[in-house]
């Protein structure tokens, strides 16, 4: 059974950090493309990153390139999303998600397993 679960959200204000993690099983870690998407109250969900399965292809959405960072540790089964200079329209729940295939992808539809998700509020 694949199992995907996040970690590492909560409150913080405008311009902080916080890293999350998510931490998988159940499948062939290093054979799948990482993602994290987030959904806001209202709105569809949304990429924010991929990272390729060895970890050297990165693509980020336009919103957050220069302030988040994706990384992967095949041998902890875990992939990272440190976020920084947090702002309020960052608010959301955020999902990890696996795709089998070497390249990364901003494509949700692409994506076959998902985590349940973490909550992360940026406040003014």
């Known amino acids: 059974q694949v199992q995907l679960v996040e970690s590492g959200g909560g409150l913080v204000q405008a311009g902080g950090s916080l890293k999350l993690s998510c931490a998988t099983s159940g499948l062939t870690f290093s054979s799948n493309t990482m993602g994290w998407f987030r959904q806001a109250p209202g709105k569809e969900r949304e990429f924010v990153a991929a990272?390729?399965?060895?970890?050297?292809?990165?693509v980020y959405a336009d919103s957050v390139k220069g302030r988040f960072g994706i990384s992967r540790d095949n041998a902890k089964n875990t992939i990272y999303l440190q976020m920084n200079r947090l702002k309020p329209e960052d608010t959301s729940v955020y999902y990890c998600?696996?795709?089998?295939?070497?390249?990364?992808?901003?494509?949700?539809?692409?994506?076959?397993?998902w985590g349940q998700g973490t909550q992360v509020t940026v406040s003014s």
């Open positions: 998600a696996a795709k089998t295939g070497i390249y990364p992808s901003s494509n949700t539809d692409s994506y076959s397993n």
């Open positions: 990272i390729s399965w060895m970890g050297g292809n990165t």
